[in-house]
């Protein structure tokens, strides 16, 4: 299993940009896949799930209204488009995957230990 974040850089506040996690050596459908981030000094945070099967996403209050998240399945590839960038923003973002649903029962996915798989980080950099 192997998961890889790519398309971090440096924006302006105002910015965008669009990151993608690629997936491979399972079988995409049956998970979900969540970004988190890491801003230096803080805790990972959950920033968004989606779920493979039928593309349905959650996001964390910081990201409602800037963030998007999508899949490609045919190309096992999640991307997450991040408009509006504030300076908080900045952060090392993380792609991981877990076996089922982003929500269930009621629960939604938001520890580090609700995930499977993890990919490397992508920096994200918002200054002027």
């Known amino acids: 299993v192997q998961l890889q974040a790519s398309g971090g850089g440096l924006v302006q506040p105002g910015g965008s940009l669009r990151l993608s996690c690629a997936a491979s050596?399972?079988?995409?459908?049956?998970?979900?896949i969540g970004w988190f981030r890491q801003a230096p000094g803080k805790e990972r945070e959950w920033v968004s799930c989606?779920?493979?099967?039928?593309?349905?996403?959650y996001y964390a209050d910081s990201g409602v209204g800037r963030f998007t998240m999508s899949s490609d399945n045919a190309k096992n590839t999640l991307y997450l488009q991040m408009n509006s960038l504030k300076r908080e923003d900045t952060a090392v973002y993380y792609c991981?995957?877990?076996?089922?649903?982003?929500?269930?029962?009621?629960?939604?996915?938001?520890?580090?230990?609700?995930?499977?798989?993890w990919g490397q980080g992508t920096q994200v950099t918002v200054s002027s």
């Open positions: 989606i779920n493979s099967s039928d593309g349905s996403t």
């Open positions: 050596g399972f079988t995409l459908e049956y998970y979900s």
């Open positions: 991981a995957a877990r076996r089922g649903r982003c929500r269930r029962l009621g629960r939604l996915f938001i520890n580090d230990k609700d995930y499977d798989y």
